[in-house]
């Protein structure tokens, strides 16, 4: 030790005369604090402090006189770097940084060690003093996050955007799922990527004043790409701070959800559309029905009920793809019929249904026209054919199965007046209960 004395380490490189107390409490705070090892410029290890020796899991006979090619890993020792570090000590370089050092149970730990020249008073090196810290568990800390952004950055699209939302770099997913090349967005904006509608919207402009603050954003999202196609996207907005708490960007990782959205809203449409004729369904009635009910302002609906005629001699006689050729034709009159703001719907077989949502005047000019282009006739195989319908109106009911109700009843007494007609239902008089009539023979049109 008496050589320390003479010493005061500053940055592990300076050395000068100092007050032998003081220095002697300076390496004593060092040695209390610090694993440290004494090497010689052969590398063999003169004297290790206890805390390195409890690092390494090695007693002080077993290291002291040893080369401290004893802690390096084999891979290592048998290449040149390790013959570089000893090359730079031996020139009097301070060399600092990471190292994977062998304990004494042949398992590898990670260590942040500076070694420290001392020279003489000739200013030549004549040994080497090293101070170790270890670092293991910030090494695989920083490892298992290293390999999660890696997992991340392989399989999500990631894009970094300043504050005010302009693009300042992206991965590749991210290129390719847009279908742009990284200069041709570089330094855009992000509403480069959103439809029109959107971008001038006082939410969009909110979304990005939010970010700004420093609120995380996550959902499912409409984007453009180059194209013009539209990606659905599961993504999520993280601004990022600094070492000093200041926001700096905003980070977004995404997952292009396109096909899982369409395939969901398939589903959806088949489940609210007839898949015959693309008309809503039962469903689509109901939803379309609850949703005037519930928002309606005094306004009173209205539904028309409609009922083919003949269709059983149709299918019967020419079977059922002239059926289905028949229910499509006569859906495509209904819808042109009813006109706009109606829901037109097939409620199953040859039932059909349109909701007026305050078109309690119209109804009737509707249901006329209904009942006429019903009996022009349908073209089937080089033969014209004719149905006709039926149709039941009504504008009472406080709820949508009294609606409905109202208006069964209505068409039930338009079938039983002779068919080809329509009928409505008022609470002031109400129509006598339906009677079904016989079913009708095919018509042919001539």
Known sequence: MIDLLKIELVNGLNVKMEE???LQHKIEALERSQAVVELDLDGTVLRANYLFLQLTGYGNNQVVGQSYSMFVPANENQMSEYERLWTRLRSGEHVAGEFCRMNSSGHPMWVYGVYCPLLDDAGRPYRILKMVAD??????RDADFAGQVAAIRTSQAIAEFDLDGFL?????????????????????????????SERESVEYKAFWWRLRDGNYHA?????????????????????????NGQLTKVVKFAIDQTSSVLDHLRVEYLYRHDALTGLANRAGLKLALDAIYSQRDGAQPTLLLVDLDHMKAINDTL???AGDQCLITLAERIRNAAGNDT????????????????????????????????CEPFEWMGGLYQVGAS???????????????????????????????????????????????????LVVAT
Do not use: C
Not at 168 to 193: C, I, K, T, W
């Open 391 to 441: 149709v039941g109106v009504s504008s009472e009911g406080d709820n949508p199965s009294d609606l409905l109700k109202y208006a069964d009843i209505a068409l039930y007494e338009a079938k039983r007046s002779g068919r080809s007609a329509y009928r409505r239902f008022y609470k002031a008089s109400p129509l006598s209960s339906p009677e079904l009539s016989p079913t009708a023979d």
């Open 135 to 140: 670092i293991t568990a910030t090494k695989r």
């Open 219 to 243: 959902g499912l999202y409409k984007r453009l790409d180059a194209s013009g196609a539209t990606h659905w996207i599961q993504a999520s907005y993280n601004p990022i701070r600094d070492e």
């Open 20 to 22: 032998p107390s003081l």
């Open 343 to 374: 829901t037109v719907a097939r409620l199953g077989g040859d039932e059909f249904a349109v909701l007026l949502q305050n078109g309690s005047e119209a109804a009737e000019i509707i249901a006329q026209r209904i009942v006429a282009a019903a």
């Open 168 to 196: 300042l770099d992206a991965n590749q997913n991210f290129l390719q799922m847009m279908g742009y090349p990284l200069e041709n967005v570089r330094g855009r904006h992000h509403s480069l990527f959103v439809d029109s």
């Open 319 to 321: 079977g059922h793809l």
